[in-house]
Each structure stands twice: as C-alpha cells, then as structure tokens.
C-alpha cells in the first residue's frame, strides 16, 4: 500500500507538471498571436502556474460544484455518519473525511481532494435510500480507501486540469480561426495561417491528453480500493451487493458528466454497459470485480 501512496504523489507531481507544460504553450501562441512580443513567454509562464496552485488547491470544490453536492448534515445523515466514523477508526486515519450529498436517484459515489486532511466523500441520495447498511459500508470503505491511497489527489487533479486544457484548447482554436477570417479581410494574413494550424493540432491533442490523462487513474486503483474496503469492513459481501445494485440500476446521473465520470465508483452513464474492461474504460466490469472480491475470501 505504501508503495502505491508513493506512486500516486509521483504520478500527481508528473501530470502537473505535464499540464503547465502545456498551458504555458497554449498561452504562449494566443501572446504571440497578439504581437505581445518577447513578454509573451513571462504570461505563459505567470498563467500557467497559476492556474497549476489554483488547480491543485481547489481541484475538490471545483469537482463539488460540478456535481451540483451540499454537505451532508448529522440529523438527516445519521446512518452514513455513523458508518463512516467507524471505517475512520478502521482505516486508521486521525481525521474525518467532509460528507456530501447529491440529490440524485441514481445510487453513487466518489471521494474527492488533495490528501486525507482536506478530503471529501460524497453520495447521492438514491444510494442512501437504495442500498442496505452493509452494503453502504462497502461503499464508504471503498471511497475511504482512495482517500487513505492518495488516489483522490491523482483523481481530482487530472478532473480539473484536463478540463482546463480542453477548454483553453478550444478557446484557441475559435480565436485563431475568428482571426485568420478577419485577417483574410485585412490583408494581413502572414502569420495566421501558422496560428490556426497550431490551434487545430490542440484542438486534436487535447481531447487525446485528456484521455490519456484519466487512464492514469488505472482500474487496478478500483481493484485495489475495492480490496481495501473488504479489509476495512471484513465483508466483502456487502460491496458485492452494492456494486451488483449500483451498476444494475437503471436511473442515469443528472449531474454526470465525461470529465468526472472515472470518480465515481461505477460509470454513472447506463449506455457504458461493459462485460469485460478495455484499456479504453475508466471502470473494470463489474464481472470482474465481483471476481475480485469473492476471490479474498
């Protein structure tokens, strides 16, 4: 486990640093594109690790916002804090992880933040009505386990910088193309044809990075976190039958989108119905995991 908390800091500190990389690039060609001359590289740079420190420090209340959560409250929540309160003292953690909420029907749940003092774990609402106390243990030990793992570091801050490069890539392309067609106007086009080709390759690049990017987030992390809430709650059972109800419900995730998908502790997308895991998908296949699990036994 120790090992995979180190891999997880390193692979974190790699994509960071792949992610300024690239703003700084992104950055640099709309600077120069505007005849900011040699200051252009001090922006890009300025810009970049910028929007690197804000990633990493607010990656968890960006993801939160997105999925549209609210803390969960004692009085309303009083299962679910009791469960996590004594996974806490099982995982040997000092702190307790923040708990949130999503009013959705769908039965779900993701971990989120930058290590386990700033952590979070969230559910929705048709997890709390649908499944059973020691199914919803398993659930709230798997997230535990990626807070205690460090893979919701990892996780949180590719959701956030990819979406940022994508963005920016787009934003690019659109300026770049707006340009050249004014530019054709004006008679001035020596540079933009230059530009727009720049724009497009990103375009083209970002959405692969972005892809690339989340299959960092392997599915031996699922394997493992699914491994390690069995050892928090000594019933892998319970998780079987939570993510057989989980995967098999019908009810799609309002909130849901491709950015924060690889999160969640199964696809919220009831069209990504796989039987066996590519190395394409952002889950294993539930067939796989129950696998898994029952092989602990």
């Known amino acids: 486990m120790y090992e995979d908390i180190r891999s ?12 300024t990389i690239v703003i700084t690039l992104i950055i640099y060609y709309i600077c120069m594109a505007f005849d900011f001359g040699p200051v252009s590289i001090v922006i890009a740079l300025i810009f970049s690790i910028t929007a690197s420190f804000a990633s990493y420090y607010n990656s968890d209340k960006i993801v939160l916002s997105m999925s549209g959560a609210r803390p969960a409250t004692k009085e309303e929540n009083q299962k679910l804090v009791n469960i996590l309160d004594a996974l806490v003292v099982s995982a040997g953690l000092s702190v307790t992880p923040q ?14 933040g930058r290590n386990p003092e700033h952590s979070v774990i969230c559910v929705t609402t048709g997890l709390l009505e649908k499944l059973d106390y020691y199914e919803l243990e398993g659930v709230i030990g798997h997230e535990l386990a990626h807070i205690v793992n460090y893979d919701i570091r990892l996780s949180a801050v590719v959701t956030v910088m990819v979406g940022f490069v994508v963005m920016l890539s787009d934003m690019f392309s659109r300026t770049f193309f707006y340009g050249g067609r004014r530019s054709n106007r004006d008679n001035d086009n020596g540079g933009n044809a230059i530009f727009m080709l720049i724009g ?4 083209i ?34 998780l079987i039958s939570a993510l057989t109800k989980i995967c098999n419900d019908p009810n799609e995730l309002g909130t849901a989108n491709k950015s924060t998908a690889h999160m969640y502790i199964a696809s919220p997308f009831r069209d990504e119905k796989i039987t066996r895991s590519s190395i394409w998908s952002t889950h294993p296949s539930l067939d796989e995991r129950v696998e898994a699990l029952r092989n602990l036994k």
Request: charged share 20%; glycine share 4%; no cysteine.
């Open 200 to 203: 497009l390759i990103f375009l």
């Open 205 to 238: 690049l970002a959405p692969i990075f972005g892809q690339l990017a989340k299959l960092a987030i392997s599915r031996r992390r699922e394997f493992l976190a699914d491994a390690t809430s069995a050892k928090f709650t000594r019933n892998p059972d319970g």
């Open 8 to 19: 997880n800091k390193i692979k974190t500190g790699v994509i960071i640093s792949i992610f």
């Open 99 to 112: 708990l949130y909420v999503i009013e959705d029907s769908q039965p779900n749940a993701f971990a989120t």
